[in-house]
C-alpha cells in the first residue's frame, strides 16, 4: 500500500550514491547501521546529499516496492496554465488529460506520485534532522548540515501543500503506534512550519560564494530566504488564516538582491545551456550528472528533457508544448521567445544550427519547448545531465517588484522590472538561432521593450505579464494564475471557448467545463478566492481517515 507510513517511517539515506555534481561524489566507507551512521561526519554529508537526491527522483520504485509515477513540476506548473498543452499525440498519456481538466480520479497514478516525492523527501530530511543535534564533531559544518536538511524539508512541504492543501505534519520520523493516528493539518499550519523551517535555514546556510565549487547546487541563505518570499507570495493568496504580508516578500528579497550574490546573467539565451548551470544568476536549482543508467535509484540524470523533447526527430515524448495564447503575449521582436519556443513555423524550424523534421500529430501544438532543448541527445536517454532552475535571480527582482507596487512604492517596482527588460533587449536569439551556426551571433535588429512607466492597476498588470514573460515554461504560470485570482477565468477562455469550433485555437484540445469542473475542486482563499486541489491519493484517505478534498469520490 502507498502510504506515508512507508515514506516517513522508513528513512532511506543514498549511503552509497554517486552523485549529479561533486558534493554528491562521496564513497561508502565500511558497514553502518542506523545507530553509528552519523558518528563519521562524512556520513552526515552522506545522509544529506540523500536528501538531495529525492529531488532528482523522476520515478522509481517507493521504499514499499511500489512504483512511483512520473511528477514533473511542469506537469501542474507549466501545462495545467495558459501557457502550455499536454503535447504529444491525442492518445499519449490520457490520465494527463485527467489532471488539465479537473477530471482527475483519487485512485489514478497521477494523484499519487507527488505525494510519494514529497513525503519521501521529508522522510529523509526528518532522519537527518534528528541525527544531527547528538554528534559531537564540526560545529560549523553541523550547523549547515542541519540548514540545508532545514531548507529541504521546507521545500517538500511546499512542493505537497500547494497540490494538496493541508497534509499531515511530521518533523520527526513515525513511530508504530503514531500510524494512522496524525491528522491532517491545515493549509495554514504547513506553511507555519514551512515559513519556521526555512527562516531557521537562512539563519544556520552561508551565503553562495562561501562554498567551494565542489560544493556548488547546495542550499544557501539566498535560496531560503528566496524560497521564502515565494512562499509567501503564494500563502497571501490563498491561506484565508494568514497573517503573512507583502512587507515580508519586500524585506526578503531586498535581502537577497542587497547580498549581492546574485546578478542577472548578461544574454538571456545563455541561462538554457548546460555550461551555464549554477551561472551567477543562479539562486537554486536541481543538480544532474551524466551516469550509466537512467532508471532511479542509480540514475544521476533527469528525464525533464526527453519528456518534452521533438517525438519526431527522437529526441523525446513531445510533451509540454508553448500555447498560442503564450506566443501571443510576446512582441515579435522580443528575443526571449526564442528561448521558449521552436517548431516548424517559427525560424524555419531551425534548432541549433540545423532545420529539423516536426510532426504535428505528435504535439499539441505548434511549438515545443526551448527551454526544455537538448542539442544532442544523450547517450542516456531519460538521464540528462543539464540542471533544472528553480529560482533565478530574474524572479526575486520581479518578486521585489510585486511586493514594492503593494507597499505603495511604483517607483522601486518599475524599476525592478525594467532591469528584467533591460536584460531581454540586450539579449541575442537562442544559441544556434541561425543555420549553420552553433553560437549567440543572432540578433533582432531592434528590440520593441519599452521602459514600464505605468502607474496604479495597470502597473500591477505589467508586472504579471512581465513574470509570464521572462519566467515562461520555467513551471510557475499555474501558481501566479492561482494566487492572483486569476486562474479559474483565464482558464475558462484559453482552454474551452476560444478552442471552440470556429474560435482561434480551434486546432488544439478543448477543455470543455473546464472551469466548473476546477469550481468544484477548491477550497475557500482570501477574499473571495478559491484555490484548486488535486485528489489526495485514495489509499491514504483510507489508511489515515483523512477527509478527502472537496470534489472527489
Request: charge should be neutral.
Amino acid at each position: 500500500m502507498k502510504n506515508i507510513r512507508y515514506y516517513i517511517l522508513t528513512a532511506i539515506v543514498a549511503i552509497s550514491l554517486s552523485g549529479c555534481n561533486d558534493f554528491l561524489d562521496l564513497k561508502p566507507q565500511g558497514s553502518e547501521n542506523s545507530d553509528n551512521f552519523f558518528l563519521q561526519k562524512e556520513n552526515a554529508v552522506r545522509a544529506v546529499n540523500g536528501i538531495y537526491d529525492q529531488l532528482q527522483l523522476d520515478e522509481g520504485a517507493g521504499p514499499d516496492g511500489q512504483w512511483m509515477a512520473h511528477h514533473h513540476d511542469w506537469f501542474i506548473g507549466d501545462v495545467i496554465s495558459d501557457d502550455a498543452e499536454k503535447g504529444s499525440n491525442d492518445g499519449d498519456y490520457l490520465e494527463f488529460r485527467d489532471l488539465v481538466g479537473w477530471d482527475l480520479k483519487s485512485s489514478q497514478s497521477m494523484s499519487s506520485s507527488f505525494w510519494i516525492h514529497g513525503f519521501w523527501g521529508v522522510s529523509r530530511a526528518n532522519y537527518v534532522l534528528e541525527s544531527l543535534p547528538k554528534v559531537t564533531w564540526d560545529p560549523k559544518l553541523r550547523d549547515r548540515l542541519t540548514g540545508e536538511a532545514l531548507f529541504l524539508r521546507g521545500y517538500f512541504y511546499w512542493y505537497l501543500v500547494r497540490i494538496y492543501g493541508g497534509v499531515p505534519i511530521f518533523t520527526s520520523s513515525v513511530k508504530p503506534s503514531d500510524f494512522g493516528t496524525v491528522k491532517r493539518a491545515s493549509i495554514n499550519e504547513v506553511y507555519t512550519q514551512i515559513a519556521a523551517d526555512l527562516t531557521q535555514a537562512a539563519e544556520l546556510l552561508p551565503e553562495k560564494s562561501q562554498y567551494g565549487a565542489s560544493d556548488m547546487g547546495r542550499a544557501t541563505k539566498g535560496a531560503a530566504k528566496a524560497l521564502l518570499a515565494r512562499i509567501y507570495m503564494y500563502q497571501i493568496g490563498t491561506d484565508k488564516d494568514s497573517k503573512t504580508t507583502w512587507q515580508q516578500v519586500y524585506d526578503l528579497t531586498n535581502a537577497v538582491i542587497s547580498s549581492g550574490e546574485y546578478s542577472l546573467m548578461s544574454n538571456y539565451a545563455k541561462l538554457w545551456e548546460t555550461e551555464n548551470d549554477n551561472s551567477e544568476e543562479s539562486v537554486f536549482e536541481i543538480q544532474f550528472g551524466i551516469g550509466s543508467s537512467d532508471l532511479a535509484p542509480a540514475s544521476i540524470g533527469t528525464n525533464f528533457y526527453n519528456f518534452q523533447g521533438n517525438r519526431k526527430d527522437d529526441s523525446g515524448w513531445g510533451f509540454n508544448n508553448p500555447t498560442k495564447d503564450l506566443v501571443a503575449a510576446y512582441d515579435a521582436t522580443d528575443p526571449r521567445l526564442s528561448c521558449v519556443i521552436y517548431g516548424e513555423t517559427y525560424n524555419n524550424g531551425i534548432l541549433y544550427g540545423k532545420k529539423r523534421k516536426y510532426d504535428r500529430k505528435e504535439q499539441g501544438t505548434n511549438w515545443l519547448n526551448r527551454k526544455a532543448a537538448l542539442p544532442v541527445k544523450p547517450a542516456q536517454a531519460k538521464a540528462a545531465d543539464r540542471n533544472i532552475k528553480i529560482i533565478r535571480y530574474a524572479d526575486v527582482l520581479l518578486m521585489n517588484a510585486e511586493a514594492a507596487y503593494y507597499l505603495n512604492k511604483p517607483a522601486e517596482a518599475q524599476a525592478k522590472v525594467n532591469q528584467v527588460r533591460q536584460r531581454a533587449r540586450n539579449s541575442t536569439y537562442c544559441m544556434g538561432y541561425a543555420e549553420g551556426k552553433m553560437d549567440y551571433s543572432a540578433a533582432p535588429a531592434s528590440v520593441n521593450l519599452p521602459n514600464i512607466t505605468s502607474t496604479g492597476a495597470q502597473l500591477l498588470q505589467d508586472i504579471w505579464k512581465e513574470r509570464r514573460l521572462e519566467l515562461a515554461m520555467e513551471q510557475l504560470r499555474f501558481y501566479d494564475l492561482v494566487r492572483t485570482g486569476r486562474f479559474f477565468d483565464v482558464m475558462n477562455v484559453e482552454k474551452d471557448q476560444k478552442r471552440a469550433d470556429g474560435q482561434p485555437y480551434s486546432d488544439q484540445y478543448r477543455y470543455a467545463n473546464i472551469k466548473a469542473n476546477a469550481l468544484t475542486k477548491t477550497i475557500d482563499g482570501p477574499n473571495g478566492n478559491k484555490v484548486p486541489l488535486l485528489p489526495l491519493p485514495q489509499t491514504e484517505v483510507q489508511a489515515w481517515g483523512m477527509e478527502q478534498n472537496p470534489g472527489y469520490n
